[in-house]
């Protein structure tokens, strides 16, 4: 039977009422987004790693073949290991130096502001521009400062220039520029930590030390844990300063995954490599976010 | 149908067909050039290419828009593949035309090049670099090579005169070492692919372009002991310190300080350095003193000029005037247009044109650009011309020559292992049809 106007009527108004309730319209927009600049791309670049593309041609079907060549080249085992070396430095010397300068910013009550605000000056600096003033006013050996010490007699090398200091050469780089960041956020975290734990472990006696190790970073756990897993995930994402200051080189010795991806793509034009090497890359943040998830449950639990 | 339906539909066809002819011919065309331009450089592109065209075309008029260099190739080819993009196809060279070609975006010239006699105009060996499958589908924009920049106070100083022969190169290149000199002054700090100008300069001056010529057709294997002694030589000249120690740091700026400072002699580069060049001995009041490379070895002719063509002009496929871009290329081919962007901007619009003269470049340009390029159109159209890798070789074989001629250098990897990877990339790209055709000998 088909529905009178009025019935129709009814109805429309009814799915109106219930899109109103439902929280689908709040949805909507940030999921359109989502499906249109992150699942679609995501899901063709996982089909295009089975594919074989230039760029402009029809692509192919190949199978497994993609990957075939990526792991039969050694590059990518090359650049395997120094995402997982960068990994390494990034949840280490940062994380520290951010706990150290956060719990002193939280002990000195004078000139907390003006280091915070010097503390998080690198972040702000466009990553090109901090990368060249690094490249050519610090390491360049002609208009640097390793060039200006060899007028004194110091005969440094350019770190960038050589296979066994270049990836951390633009590692420090990186690290200068985002170190402040996790300073600030552990900071603020600090600042959280109830008032009476401090003043109670500090009547007790306890060193800044003893007072970091068993009252703030405790307290800061979830935050730490967070950032770590934002870690890794950004480590294995590492693009910006490899590619402006070496470009993975000398001899491919700071090469990482994203750069060899960039260089499958854009310079070999072979997309299908390039995309099995971003679904490498993925895998490890897939890794990152199951943990992070978990966490997250377990402490939801509690 | 009555006689008068049939005379409306027909005279309403006839309006229809001729508006779409009007539409056909008239309205703008565009031109993405892709390589990036101080706004220096645009001014000049919009007085010497745009005004002149404009004026003499005002029904077609050129737009013209400067992308970033660096990125501005891969969007043009973007916007290509996806059926959109300019009138007028600008890339950086045939290996990247040759996709667009495959792939159906290209309009053949061969129609537009007998009708402005463009072959008449545009070096032969030069224009053939544009042909696929007998038509041609792009010209040839930027003409290059690789020469021998010195510094003549330097070399005059000591009574020497630009190398010819491998002795002589090595004669000077020890007595330079000798007095604390850098032989060639070159880095790759600011442009990573610069290492394939070694790699170019070496298999063409050593193996030779007859070699190279056999292997680009597949007829010889990049591990042919004439390529494995060509790279060992440059092995052994980086291994020496002829390269200096700051190979990997110096930018293109330094590089052409250091040279014309006289702290070093010599320095293997390509003619698109030459501002840059003459920038710095203008700084430091020393002579500039520009030859052909040495021949590394017997047989190998003197001099040779390794062919380069640094970018290419197409027209769109999808173009909406196909025509007017044609009529566009008229113009940029012309002894006109030569003129005016030669006096302003030396060097990146240095077009292969067969009407290039000495005497009448001088009046624009320097004596020693004038003699450069003149020597090198001389050269080309004698058939005395090598290959630049960067328009020859296949994508994929030219990255790898670029970054694995690293590691032969720092001593990871030997000369056998890195032409046999060489020679393993460029038989799949040869055998999927991505090597740009070889400028015939």
Do not use: C
């Amino acid at each position: 039977m088909r529905p009178t106007q009025s019935g129709a009527l009814g109805v429309l108004s009814g799915w109106i009422t219930r899109l109103r309730d439902s929280p689908v319209p709040f949805l909507l927009p940030a999921l359109a987004i989502n499906v249109a600049i992150i699942l679609i791309p995501g899901l063709l670049t996982i089909a295009m790693a089975f594919f074989e593309w230039d760029g402009a041609s029809t692509p192919g079907f190949v199978g497994l073949d993609n990957f075939r060549t990526i792991f039969a080249d050694p590059v990518f085992f090359s650049a395997l290991f120094n995402n997982i070396k960068w990994t390494a430095i990034f949840l280490t010397i940062p994380i520290a130096m951010g706990l150290g300068a956060g719990s002193l910013l939280l002990v000195a009550k004078r000139g907390r502001t003006f280091f915070q605000v010097v503390y998080f000056l690198p972040v702000i600096i466009a990553t090109v521009v901090v990368a060249r003033v690094w490249q050519g006013m610090i390491y360049n050996p002609e208009s640097g400062i390793v060039g200006w010490l060899k007028l004194y007699g110091i005969n440094l090398a350019d770190p960038l220039t050589h296979p066994p200091t270049a990836l951390y050469a633009v590692a420090s780089v990186d690290l200068w520029h985002w170190w402040g960041f996790l300073a600030v956020i552990f900071f603020a975290a600090f600042r959280q930590v109830d008032a009476a734990q401090i003043e109670a472990a500090v009547i007790d006696g306890a060193s800044f030390f003893q007072l970091l190790r068993y009252v703030l970073i405790p307290a800061i756990r979830p935050t730490i844990t967070l950032m770590m897993i934002m870690t890794i995930i950004w480590s294995f994402l590492a693009f910006d300063f490899v590619y402006v200051l070496t470009q993975g080189g000398p001899a491919y010795a700071s090469e990482v995954l994203s750069t060899l991806s960039y260089r499958y793509a854009f310079y070999n034009y072979t997309m299908g490599p390039a995309a099995a090497v971003a679904l490498v890359i993925s895998f490890f943040g897939l890794i990152a976010t199951f943990f992070y998830v978990r966490i997250q449950q377990r402490e939801g639990n509690q | 149908m009555n006689n008068l339906g049939l005379t409306v539909r027909v005279s309403v066809l006839t309006a229809a067909a001729t508006l779409s002819t009007i539409a056909r011919a008239d309205g703008p065309i565009t031109l993405w050039y892709q390589r990036g331009g101080n706004p220096d450089q645009q001014r000049i592109m919009q007085k010497d290419l745009v005004e002149p065209f404009n004026a003499a075309h005002p029904t077609t008029p050129l737009t013209l828009d400067v992308l970033a260099g660096g990125s501005g190739d891969k969007k043009i080819r973007m916007a290509v593949i996806s059926g959109k993009g300019p009138d007028i196809v600008m890339t950086p060279g045939p290996s990247t035309t040759l996709a667009l070609v495959q792939s159906d975006h290209l309009l053949p010239l061969d129609d537009y090049i007998k009708k402005y006699n463009l072959d008449k105009r545009i070096l032969t060996p030069v224009l053939r670099t544009g042909e696929y499958h007998g038509h041609n589908y792009a010209l040839p924009r930027t003409f290059e090579t690789m020469v021998l920049y010195y510094n003549k106070t330097l070399f005059d100083k000591n009574g020497w005169a630009p190398p010819k022969t491998m002795t002589e190169l090595n004669t000077i290149a020890e007595a330079l070492v000798t007095k604390g000199i850098i032989p060639f002054s070159v880095g790759n700090g600011d442009w990573r692919a610069a290492n394939e100008w070694h790699v170019s300069v070496i298999l063409n001056h050593y193996a030779g372009p007859e070699n190279i010529y056999k292997a680009l057709k597949g007829e010889m294997p990049w591990t042919d002991p004439v390529f494995a002694q060509a790279i060992d030589v440059l092995k052994d000249w980086y291994q020496k310190g002829w390269f200096g120690k700051n190979y990997f740091s110096l930018t293109g700026d330094q590089q052409a300080l250091l040279l014309a400072k006289g702290e070093a002699g010599m320095a293997p580069n390509g003619t698109f350095s030459f501002d840059n060049m003459v920038a710095a001995f203008k700084q430091t009041g020393q002579e500039l003193g520009v030859a052909s490379f040495p021949s590394l070895r017997e047989g190998v002719p003197y001099p040779l000029y390794s062919i380069g063509t640094g970018s290419t002009m197409s027209i769109n496929k999808n173009s909406a005037n196909p025509d007017a871009a044609a009529a566009f290329l008229d113009y940029l081919y012309s002894d006109d247009f030569y003129d005016r962007i030669s006096k302003d901007w030396p060097g990146d619009w240095n077009l292969p044109l067969t009407s290039i003269d000495e005497a009448k470049l001088t009046k624009n340009v320097s004596p020693i650009f004038a003699k450069t390029f003149t020597a090198f159109s001389n050269a080309v159209a004698q058939g005395n011309y090598g290959y630049t890798t960067w328009t020859f070789w296949p994508p994929a074989t030219e990255d790898y020559l670029i970054h694995g001629i690293e590691q032969v250098w720092l001593g990871q990897i030997s000369t056998a292992d890195y032409l046999k990877k060489m020679q393993e990339i460029f038989a799949k790209e040869l055998a999927d049809g991505k090597v740009p055709p070889p400028a015939p000998r």
